[in-house]
């Protein structure tokens, strides 16, 4: 992997770049869909190409160990082959599912263990195997085993809990450094700082977590139910001390106001569930503000769903036409919500990048925030 | 409308035709999926034309009534234009979800009281009412408002029912030649035959209907549990008076058996729920038989789903990928699966048209007809 800066805001710190991966290249900053269980819900994968035009994917590694299982990905020749998205991909280490999904877990030195959501069958998690796991799954970027605190979090466990996190690290990196990959093209690794929200332990954790000088830089346990102040805060001293050169990636974050916010504060990658979850509830982002889709308003409004936008569910559909589907819970309804707020986010993440690389950053992403926190 | 035939089989009563409409020509035989409530569950429009490559869609006049009710498709300009399908549309009348679906219902000579499956409301449906809606919906054929008895049904309760069918034909062609369309399109009324499983009563039923000259006709009340061949019996004989320059349109058949064996008695136009509801289930028709894609043989079967229909879903997507999608749950999962049946029923219909047109109609159906029912 090679990350290029190309352009560094004057009003900000936000930044533009270009990662190349072996699957192409993402411009920068990045909005990634999350494909939790191999599929970015209700999208295909043209869509995905053609009317989202997503760069880079994300796969979740607790989900895909449990189903469809190991064997069947490696069988498939990694999760490139086995769903057909040739393009980029990153996978979590399952860390953040194992705390939040898992029916009962237990945190050792060692790993975790855990039951499956799915059939209560008994699995555990070392950091060792998170790697070999995603060597498996084979995405471009795998992100070390770490564990996510809990908001809020007493300052003894987060400081415990993110010295783990750091050993946890180090045994990341030796299995890595001494793996390769399965499938004929580079992985990467991302360490990720923890800390919860107090500055020096985040201070401590950014240090430590550059000290490993890996190829890109991810920050957790933000965007865990901190006020928003709390989590720009957080993000601002953690992205002062991860090195420039470095992408930086913001995990699980977040509406469409904390993604400028944080582009401003030097963050390159997002990702969140948030506009497909939204979606299938008929929550939409758009370039005008907020949309419940379902409220009456809408029932005879006839325009396209966000024609600034362009593409074909945008221009396409009309807006009473996707309230009467989400009120009559069909597919469609889903289908098309997900690929506008997908479309939206990565339109957004692109506008911000020309914005970068134009010098007018800060003064459209003041405008923007106020637009896209408006309901309409 | 128009009709032309274009061949006939000369070892069964198979024809090929094509009719033409106001939103364009329709080539028969042919399979006409079900858009229930203004959308073909979990297939885009988009889709519908350039993979299914569906020459026109139903649209179910009962669930559109309730939802999103008259105004809103009224104000859109019609179904057309408020859920953007271009081709041919047909409706059916209403009168079967009434019989299916409704909470309670009270059948009198005027028409039918119903209470809503959604909110319990109380609403009536008349023979000129259901007329007056399929005008408003704006569908190119619009179906005769009938009672559509169950299966088993009791010879004196079937006859009534068929003579007051018949009484309300007359209402609808009535109110149909009262009015006009409201769309600046040409609609047409299709009668429907009904007269259960008795053969005096399908004759007399046959006869009554081809005596109102409408532009084409419907035979309904069969494939509502009776065995396959009590239904091939009945259509037979009631394709056997129907008139041989109309389109004969068999209401809600079948299997992909039922629709070869239904082609060589002489039909022209068939709907079913079943090629997307199964494949909501995973139960797909291929041109190599039927498959249950849950099942643990498809587990790490990484070949195409049906290279022989060609398509995207039918050649991008594993059957392994699509087993996994299933198991999980995922829409991506129902939205290929009913992709894939849909494009196999037109792919079959499409054939069966050349081997019509070719001479070789009976020899490739009775090929078929084995492949079809396999069990893969």
Same mark, same amino acid.
């Given at each position: 992997m090679d990350f290029k800066l190309v352009a560094e805001d004057s009003g900000s710190k936000a930044r533009s770049g270009?990662?190349?991966?072996?699957?192409?290249?993402?411009?920068t900053p990045i909005f990634m869909p999350v494909g939790t269980a191999g599929t970015v819900k209700a999208v295909h994968q043209r869509e995905?190409?053609?009317?989202?035009?997503a760069q880079i994917i994300l796969g979740n590694t607790y989900h895909l160990y449990l189903r469809p299982g190991l064997d069947v990905i490696e069988g498939a020749g990694g999760l490139h082959k086995f769903n057909g998205w040739d393009r980029p991909m990153l996978t979590d280490s399952g860390g953040y599912q194992v705390y939040s999904l898992a029916n009962t877990r237990k945190i050792k030195e060692e790993g975790?263990?855990?039951?499956?959501?799915?059939? !209560?069958?008994?699995?555990?998690?070392?950091?060792?195997? $998170?790697?070999?796991? #995603?060597?498996?799954?084979?995405?471009?970027?795998?992100?070390?085993?770490?564990?996510?605190?809990?908001?809020?979090?007493?300052?003894?466990?987060?400081?415990?809990?993110?010295?783990m996190t750091h050993r946890w690290l180090k045994r990341c990196c030796d299995r890595f450094d001494a793996t390769?990959?399965?499938?004929?093209?580079? #992985?990467?690794?991302?360490?990720?700082?923890? !800390?919860?929200?107090?500055?020096d332990l985040r201070e401590k954790s950014?240090?430590?977590?550059?000290?490993?000088?890996?190829?890109?830089? $991810?920050?957790?346990?933000?965007?865990?139910?901190?006020?928003?102040?709390?989590?720009?805060?957080?993000?601002?001293?953690?992205?002062?001390?991860?090195?420039?050169?470095?992408?930086?990636?913001l995990m699980g974050v977040g509406t469409p106001e904390n993604i400028l916010e944080c582009i401003a504060l030097g963050v390159d990658m997002f990702d969140c569930v948030m506009p497909t979850r939204n $979606?299938?509830?008929g929550l939409l982002f758009t370039s005008e503000g907020i949309i419940n889709i379902k409220?009456?308003?809408?029932?005879?409004?006839?325009?396209?769903?966000?024609? $600034?936008l362009g593409g074909y569910v945008d221009t396409f559909y009309s807006k009473a036409y996707l309230r009467h589907l989400t009120h009559s819970k069909?597919?469609?309804?889903? #289908?098309?919500?997900?690929?506008h707020n997908l479309a939206f986010y990565l339109w957004l993440v692109d506008e911000a990048r020309k914005h970068i690389e134009q010098g007018t950053f800060i003064d459209w992403k003041n405008v923007m925030v106020k637009k896209l926190t408006t309901r309409l």
């Open positions: 270009v990662i190349s991966t072996d699957h192409g290249e993402i411009k995905l190409k053609e009317d989202v035009a975790v263990t855990f039951k499956s959501h799915i059939d !209560g069958s008994k699995h555990t998690f070392t950091p060792e195997y $998170a790697i070999d796991i #995603q060597r498996t799954i084979g995405a471009d970027i795998i992100m070390a085993f770490d564990e996510c605190t809990p908001y809020p979090c007493e300052y003894g466990y987060a400081r415990e809990s993110m010295e390769s990959s399965k499938y004929g093209y580079s #992985q990467t690794l991302f360490p990720i700082v923890q !800390g919860s929200t107090y500055k950014a240090e430590t977590i550059a000290s490993f000088g890996r190829e890109g830089n $991810a920050i957790g346990g933000l965007s865990v139910g901190e006020p928003a102040e709390m989590m720009y805060e957080h993000t601002e001293i953690v992205c002062n001390i991860l090195p420039k050169d470095k992408p930086r990636y $979606a299938r509830h409220n009456e308003k809408w029932k005879k409004d006839y325009s396209p769903i966000d024609e $600034a069909e597919y469609l309804g889903a #289908q098309i919500a997900s690929i």
